[in-house]
């Protein structure tokens, strides 16, 4: 059963940094790809960043520049850095996997239907 807990949510001000850490289990970690997503309220899931098992990174123009995905097998757990965090990046930050078998461009990696595993979410808040 695949799972997947992800922590690191906080209260921050503007400019702050924060490390949300995403740990998986109960599947062959290598073999998937991890995305983050987040979801305000009253607005749509949407893609921030995303890492395949072979380590191809994608960043949501949006946040370009203020983030860093990267994975760690032997942890089985996926780290997203913010940095110069904004008010407008307050949502519930979401871990998602899929099993890449037919291969890592079979997905988009930006979309919310390419991936069937997710987590309970992490709040994030930034506020003044």
């Known amino acids: 059963q695949v799972t997947l807990v992800e922590s690191g949510g906080a209260l921050v001000r503007p400019g702050g940094s924060l490390r949300l850490s995403c740990a998986a289990s109960g599947f062959k970690f290598d073999n998937y790809g991890v995305a983050w997503f987040r979801q305000a309220p009253g607005k749509e899931r949407e893609g921030v960043s995303a890492?395949?098992?072979?380590?191809?990174?994608y960043y949501a123009d949006s946040m370009a520049g203020r983030l860093t995905i990267v994975r760690d097998g032997a942890q089985s757990t996926v780290y997203l850095d913010i940095n110069n965090l904004k008010p407008e990046d307050t949502a519930v930050y979401y871990c998602?996997?899929?099993?890449?078998?037919?291969?890592?461009?079979?997905?988009?990696?930006?979309?919310?239907?390419?991936?069937?595993?997710w987590g309970q979410g992490t709040q994030v808040t930034v506020f003044s």
């Open positions: 890492i395949s098992g072979g380590g191809h990174t």
């Open positions: 998602a996997a899929r099993n890449e078998m037919y291969g890592e461009s079979s997905y988009d990696p930006t979309s919310a239907e390419s991936f069937d595993s």
